[in-house]
């Protein structure tokens, strides 16, 4: 099992071999992290159908426009604009590249996995609204809505943040969603805030809420199973759900599976059952 740190080296590592063949950059360090650059219509850190297909949809070609705040630890990293998502850890740049390729809501598997209708299409970025005091409103970030379902999408973050006690206590939903004497906290601050947020949103929008992380962070895992203690309606917990990517990578294409092999070692040395069942 892998901390954010341990996971964040293993995806470098593999993406320093595998850059040789794609332009990119990369930062100082022992494992320095990979930026990759668009070349001649492809992009390295993207699956060259998931590319064809963010490039064709401008909502999700605006994505891209996310900046990514590291070019200091580049040589002559002021020369050009990067984003965020050109990062091989990026986990937006993962969500991506599994739904943006066509084939991935084609598979009966990964519908039935995340309880999805045929007609369920990707928005990421997707802004929710969830209430405060005093009439003003949270426009929390989901990283991406599909259907009725809000998704958290993590890699290599450290966390999901904390939240102060005093700003927690604005959200008229956050007592009558979580019991507050279970949730974990670090001094005067809750822990998960973004999962704590996410919930909510879910409850304010009668929708349901998944984290997908991987496999490889128990460290997540563990404070996803906090939150769902905490959660005080059972109907609300069971629209809660926790995915991983290796779960999900054996509902993918065989193409997209090798991809994910390969760059992120997702999958890697599992059991290949993917769905060619397409609609």
Same mark, same amino acid.
């Given at each position: *099992?892998?901390?954010? /740190?341990?996971?964040?080296? $293993?995806?470098?590592?593999?993406?320093?071999?595998?850059?040789?063949?794609?332009? +990119?950059?990369?930062?100082?360090?022992?494992?320095?992290?990979? %930026?990759?650059? #668009? @070349?001649?219509?492809? +992009?390295?850190? =993207?699956?060259?159908?998931?590319?064809?297909?963010?490039?064709?949809?401008? !909502?999700?070609? @605006?994505?891209?426009?996310?900046?990514?705040?590291?070019?200091?630890?580049?040589? /002559?990293?002021?020369?050009?604009?990067?984003? $965020?998502?050109?990062?091989?850890?990026?986990?937006?740049?993962?969500?991506?590249?599994? =739904?943006?390729?066509?084939?991935?809501?084609?598979?009966?598997?990964?519908?039935?996995?995340?309880?999805?209708?045929?007609?369920?299409?990707?928005?990421?970025?997707?802004?929710?609204?969830?209430?405060?005091?005093?009439?003003?409103?949270?426009?929390? #970030?989901?990283? *991406?809505?599909?259907?009725?379902?809000?998704?958290?999408?993590?890699?290599?973050?450290?966390?999901?943040?904390?939240?102060?006690?005093? %700003? *927690?206590?604005?959200?008229?939903?956050? $007592?009558?969603? =979580?019991?507050?004497?279970?949730?974990?906290?670090?001094?005067?601050?809750?822990?998960?805030?973004?999962?704590?947020?996410?919930? *909510?949103? !879910?409850?304010? +929008?009668? !929708?349901?809420?998944?984290?997908?992380?991987?496999?490889?962070?128990?460290?997540?895992? @563990? /404070?996803?199973?906090?939150?769902? @203690?905490?959660?005080?309606?059972?109907?609300?917990?069971?629209?809660?759900?926790?995915?991983?990517?290796? #779960?999900? !990578? %054996?509902?993918?294409?065989?193409?997209?599976?090798?991809?994910?092999?390969?760059?992120?070692?997702?999958? #890697?040395?599992?059991?290949?059952?993917?769905?060619?069942?397409?609609?």
């Amino acid at each position: *099992m892998a901390s954010a /740190r341990t996971l964040a080296n $293993e995806i470098n590592a593999r993406n320093h071999a595998r850059a040789a063949s794609h332009d +990119h950059d990369q930062t100082y360090g022992s494992v320095p992290s990979i %930026l990759y650059r #668009e @070349s001649e219509g492809s +992009h390295g850190n =993207f699956f060259p159908a998931a590319w064809r297909a963010i490039q064709k949809n401008p !909502a999700w070609r @605006s994505r891209l426009e996310k900046t990514y705040t590291g070019s200091n630890r580049i040589a /002559r990293g002021s020369e050009r604009w990067r984003g $965020e998502l050109e990062c091989a850890t990026s986990s937006d740049a993962l969500l991506m590249n599994i =739904f943006c390729t066509p084939a991935t809501l084609g598979s009966i598997k990964l519908r039935a996995l995340l309880n999805l209708s045929t007609n369920d299409q990707p928005d990421f970025g997707w802004r929710s609204r969830t209430p405060l005091q005093d009439d003003y409103d949270d426009r929390t #970030e989901i990283d *991406m809505r599909l259907g009725d379902l809000l998704i958290e999408a993590k890699l290599c973050e450290g966390d999901f943040q904390t939240g102060r006690a005093d %700003l *927690m206590a604005r959200y008229p939903l956050f $007592e009558e969603t =979580f019991d507050t004497e279970v949730l974990p906290r670090k001094q005067k601050n809750f822990l998960s805030y973004q999962l704590l947020r996410g919930v *909510m949103a !879910a409850v304010e +929008h009668d !929708a349901r809420f998944c984290l997908m992380c991987d496999g490889r962070r128990p460290d997540l895992i @563990s /404070r996803w199973f906090n939150v769902l @203690s905490a959660v005080r309606s059972s109907s609300v917990r069971c629209r809660l759900q926790l995915v991983t990517w290796q #779960e999900i !990578a %054996l509902c993918l294409p065989h193409p997209l599976q090798s991809f994910l092999a390969t760059k992120y070692g997702i999958g #890697e040395g599992d059991k290949i059952e993917s769905d060619d069942s397409y609609t």
